[in-house]
């Protein structure tokens, strides 16, 4: 902030400096493209020796590297003449820079650099040299040129670090400057003995100016990306080397180190830096100025510049340049000072700079903004962004010091928050958004739902996408994951590994698993600090590792539950928390679990569990809280209904919580591209019969238990006339009028109410069509495959604020896209067991010797639960005996009304390699494809055959198949075993698919 | 489908070459990376990169025929 200058006007992409990631992951990644990676050294043995010390060099540089956290430390390698120096570099094509000293066996060092270029060779000479006589001559020779910079050996083999950064600077400042502003340090020194002194010590401190930094790193690849951002050094030897330099790049200059007696104009002047600092403070008054000479007299001549001088041979020199670095090029706190110097308070991070602020008398805020203080501390702690918000405003622009103040403060937090926006960090409780933000607590991997939500949230932020629609904020809500390790150490220090594994009682399970007393000190710790931050209810989620897999997408193996998150102390809230996280780590050893894996490449003792904490979106009303309505989109629809292409995508979306639609209930389905056809609503008759009756919410004022029972406990269940009385039915609500027949969008009229979603969909008072057509290319786009997205919406917002969609999921779709063409041959209409067109599956199934069938004349709706056991007895038998099956069934498979079909979990028929879903009498059956049963049937490629023969949509020959000796009877339930296989063809392009009968 | 109202003012919404209508998600790989395919014809469209303070953003943008 300056009063009275002009800002340049140069600006940079938005999104890429913001905070050094930009959009495509690169940002701080691109700096430092250039490195000296491989180095030849050419040297006798002695001198190598010498460099050496009490070890091999490359060791010390190594280890040198390390201590500073740089990566890639170069690789050495040592010829002692020219000659082979020269062939080596020609033959291995892969040296960035040549060191060589005096003494080489064969000719003079200039006889080898020139030999070196007529050879072709562009790589960097350097000379290292003793501080002899033979090195004084050497000066003094014109063809000393010939090395693109001499250095002196001095005893500290950290010269040839600051050789390495020298060259790398040199080579990286136009990019990178230009790239995101990475400030610059001009030195000038023309004396080889001074610069090769200093060079180490200055690159020395900005390296541990850089380390400081990483402390504040917002997560590890932050911390390390911000080394490459550190300050450069643009070493000259005279005058005009440094004016062009400083031409080039003044908007970036950090500072200026310089000797006064230096070449200008082919000549030594001894007044060189005084007229070199002139002309900078002339051209910027705030840039600090560093001027070193071996005549004190020269002290005075600095005074009226306004520079600091320090005298060169002085014993104090080195210490002095140390403490000019960290005061002057803001290394180091952050000092607030009045205009007369006094210290009045010290920030030695962001997080205290933005304390310090409101703390501070008005006259040093003023002082500091006036000299651009400011974005000068923070662009040598590499925050670009912000440096460069804040400099082109102005003192003069404020009405009052206290306006920028405030500005400031604002500035300072809304950047802490932006630059975390669409990146996993390190949870740490003073930096957190409490609004989006997304971090990792505890070690390993985050599993792999966190890590689709993660991309998402990179995908939101990146592409701006929270904003696209007019008042509606798109977001990933504010979230922390348990990761991997945290999981693994719960079960170590608890003893519960190997009984997990082998108990096969899930009640059981759970009372162990929540009676374990240990817990990680340190995540109980950040737990407490996360929900201090965050009190609304929360989802804890499964995210494992085996979820992972784009091909077994685990989806509804695992448990999520939800926490009210309102208990007026802080224990018990962490408590409840705790026992919650408890209940999700006993899911990955429930039965079903071990079911699932069973029939995947995977052990179960692979499988790990991360967990996510994550707020939940939604309104409370009462003592319930729940979203307006929730969804599961795919980008990818298995049954199109003409005009609409399977590319076109489906929803399903349900009032209140999720678990209406991945349970396989009454839902709405419409495709995006074409909102208003919905085709289940083709008649009233249909409408009605298919409402949702009732909707899940989070019942907020039970307790969290301690009880065995696996399901969530604080899921309840309400009538359509709660949603009314609440408010949220509005949105998604119609009202049937007998005298009619008719439906009608809205709820001003009295009538039975009934779920259309036509308020949305067909009045438009939500642009929820857009918004999933959007994010559904997004996704599909970043993961280079269909997705499918869970999502929740809450419309009931305080006036002015925005409504909120809030993506809870997004995951991969399994689609095959088999080549061949399959044409479905003209049979026998006595060798069909089924027809059907609408198939999900493609291809033959040769292979399927067994039946399971659902009894078509002994079926009662009243007896589907019993039924679902049956089938599982018979699951669980064929999948000991390895039997792949076709599984016959009446109404809807995993159904969560079992007055619709049969509610079996996707374990209980994880045998099954084809599933006939047939209609019973009149009434229909249509796949869930929102619910996680479906999931599972389209990730293990099962053959699906719907069949609807009342209203003629294929066929099931059930007389066939009573006829058939049974080789297991039970109740409503049998098992057929033939000696010859099944015959199955599926055309996925055209979802038609028949089954053929045993041969006899 | 009808564009929210926000991509409606401001971007460009069809192909330069073969005047395809872009998808919404298209329109917003636009405004950000600058660059993308229409993957009508294949014409790589490209922007200009973002406006310099003082500078007025050319509406036409540069166009580069990289047709298959």
């Known amino acids: 902030m300056r009063t009275g200058q002009q800002d340049s006007g140069k600006s940079f992409d938005p999104y890429l400096v913001e905070h050094g990631y930009g959009n495509r992951f690169q940002g701080f990644q691109n700096l430092m493209r250039l490195r000296i990676r491989d180095i030849l050294l050419v040297s006798s043995l002695y001198d190598l020796y010498l460099f050496e010390e009490d070890g091999r060099l490359y060791e010390l540089i190594r280890a040198e590297y390390q201590g500073l956290n740089l990566s890639h430390s170069p690789e050495l390698t040592r010829v002692s003449n020219g000659r082979d120096a020269v062939a080596l570099a020609k033959e291995e094509n892969r040296f960035d820079l040549i060191i060589t000293t005096l003494h080489i066996e064969d000719m003079h060092a200039i006889s080898f650099a020139k030999l070196a270029r007529e050879e072709g060779l562009e790589i960097p000479i350097v000379l290292l040299a003793h501080d002899n006589r033979e090195l004084k001559y050497l000066l003094l020779n014109r063809e000393s040129f010939v090395f693109d910079k001499i250095f002196i050996w001095q005893g500290d083999f950290r010269i040839i670090i600051a050789i390495i950064k020298f060259l790398e600077d040199r080579l990286n400042v136009e990019h990178d400057t230009h790239m995101v502003g990475v400030q610059n340090i001009i030195m000038i020194e023309d004396n080889v003995r001074y610069y090769s002194s200093f060079l180490p010590l200055i690159y020395t401190e900005i390296l541990k100016q850089s380390r400081r930094l990483i402390s504040e790193g917002i997560n590890l690849t932050h911390k390390f990306l911000r080394m490459r951002a550190r300050p450069k050094i643009l070493l000259c030897s005279n005058y005009e080397e440094a004016w062009e330099y400083y031409t080039n790049y003044k908007e970036f200059m950090l500072g200026v180190i310089s000797d006064i007696d230096f070449p200008r104009g082919g000549v030594q002047d001894p007044t060189a830096g005084i007229e070199f600092a002139k002309n900078v403070k002339a051209d910027q008054t705030d840039i600090p100025i560093l001027l070193l000479s071996q005549k004190p007299e020269n002290g005075d001549l600095v005074k009226n510049i306004a520079a600091t001088f320090i005298l060169k041979d002085s014993s104090m020199m080195l210490d002095n340049l140390r403490q000019f670095m960290n005061e002057y090029f803001s290394f180091g706190d952050f000092v607030f000072r009045t205009e007369k110097g006094v210290e009045v308070g010290r920030a030695p991070n962001l997080k205290a700079l933005w304390k310090m602020l409101r703390k501070v008398p008005e006259e040093s805020i003023k002082f500091h903004a006036e000299r651009n203080h400011f974005s000068n501390w923070l662009k040598a702690r590499t925050e670009f962004w912000l440096a460069h918000q804040l400099r082109p405003r102005r003192v003069d622009d404020y009405p009052s010091i206290g306006h920028l103040r405030e500005d400031l403060i604002h500035s300072v937090k809304s950047y802490q928050t932006l630059r975390q926006r669409g990146i996993i960090t390190d949870f740490i409780k003073e930096s957190f958004d409490a609004e989006s933000g997304f971090a990792r607590v505890g070690g390993g991997s985050l599993g792999g739902k966190a890590r689709g939500l993660g991309f998402v949230n990179t995908l939101i932020n990146d592409y701006n996408i929270h904003h696209q629609f007019d008042d509606v904020f798109i977001h990933v809500p504010t979230a922390i994951v348990l990761a991997t390790d945290v999981f693994d150490q719960f079960l170590d220090d608890n003893n519960l590994r190997k009984f997990a594994i082998d108990c096969e009682n899930d009640e059981e399970i759970t009372n162990r698993f929540l009676e374990a007393s240990k817990f990680p000190e340190e995540i109980l710790g950040e737990l407490a600090a996360f929900l201090d931050i965050v009190k609304d209810p929360l989802a804890i989620r499964s995210s494992s590792l085996l979820e992972d897999s784009q091909y077994h997408p685990f989806a509804g193996v695992y448990e999520t539950y939800m926490l009210p998150n309102n208990h007026s102390n802080p224990l018990v809230r962490l408590d409840n928390l705790l026992t919650t996280i408890k209940r999700v780590y006993a899911s990955t050893f429930f039965q079903r679990a071990k079911e699932y894996i069973k029939v995947t490449s995977y052990r179960l003792e692979e499988e790990k569990m991360a967990v996510i904490i994550q707020k939940m979106v939604g309104t409370r009303h009462e003592n319930r809280f729940y979203p307006d309505f929730s969804g599961v989109a795919k980008s990818y629809n298995f049954y199109p209904t003409p005009p609409q292409k399977s590319s076109d995508g489906i929803v399903d979306v349900a009032l209140g919580l999720g678990k209406t639609v991945v349970d396989g209930g009454n839902t709405i389905r419409f495709c995006p591209k074409y909102p208003t056809d919905l085709i289940q609503f083709y008649s009233v008759e249909e409408s009605l019969d298919n409402n949702q009756l009732e909707f899940y919410s989070l019942q907020l004022d039970r307790k969290v238990g301690y009880s065995d029972s696996t399901e969530d406990e604080l899921l309840v269940r309400n009538s359509l006339q709660t949603a009314e009385r609440d408010g949220s039915l509005n949105y998604v609500g119609s009202t049937y009028i007998p005298e009619n027949d008719a439906i009608y969008d809205g709820l001003g009229r009295i009538g039975p109410r009934v779920v259309t979603f036509g308020p949305v969909l067909r009045q438009r008072m939500f642009p929820l069509p857009q918004i999933l057509d959007l994010l559904l290319d997004m996704g599909t786009w970043g993961m280079g495959t269909p997705v499918e997205i869970e999502f929740a919406v809450k419309m009931s917002v305080p006036r002015g604020k925005p409504r909120e969609f809030g993506l809870l999921q997004m995951r991969p779709l399994v689609i095959s896209h088999e080549l061949e063409e399959l044409n479905l041959e003209e049979e026998d209409q006595e060798n069909i067991l089924c027809t059907s067109d609408q198939v999900l599956g493609h291809g033959r199934i040769e292979d399927i010797y067994d039946v399971i069938v659902v009894d078509y004349h002994k079926f009662d709706r009243s007896k589907t639960v019993q039924i679902a056991e049956e089938v599982s007895y018979f699951n669980s038998k064929l999948i000991a005996e390895e039997k792949p099956y076709l599984l016959i069934g009446l109404g809807r498979w995993g159904t969560l009304d079992q007055w619709l079909g049969i509610p079996v979990n996707w374990e209980q028929i994880a045998g099954a390699k084809a599933i006939i879903e047939a209609n019973f009498k009149d009434i229909s059956v249509s796949p869930s494809q929102g619910s996680h049963f479906f999931q599972n049937i389209t990730s293990f490629m099962i053959g699906y055959f719907t069949v609807n023969q009342h209203i003629g949509q294929g066929e099931v020959d059930w007389e066939w198949l009573d006829k058939q000796p049974k080789k297991e009877v039970k109740e409503y339930t049998y098992h057929l075993r033939f000696e010859n296989p099944f015959h199955l063809r599926m055309n996925g392009h055209e979802h038609k698919g028949i089954i053929i009968k045993p041969e006899v | ?68």
């Open chain 2, 1 to 68: 489908m009808k564009l929210p109202e926000k991509q409606a003012k401001t971007k460009m919404q069809n192909c330069p070459h073969c005047g395809q209508p872009l998808s919404p998600w298209q329109m917003v790989l636009l405004e950000v990376d600058r660059a993308i395919m229409c993957k009508n014809c294949w014409y790589r469209i490209i922007l200009p990169p973002f406006e310099e303070k003082g500078k007025k953003q050319n509406k036409e943008g540069q166009e580069e025929n990289n047709k298959k």
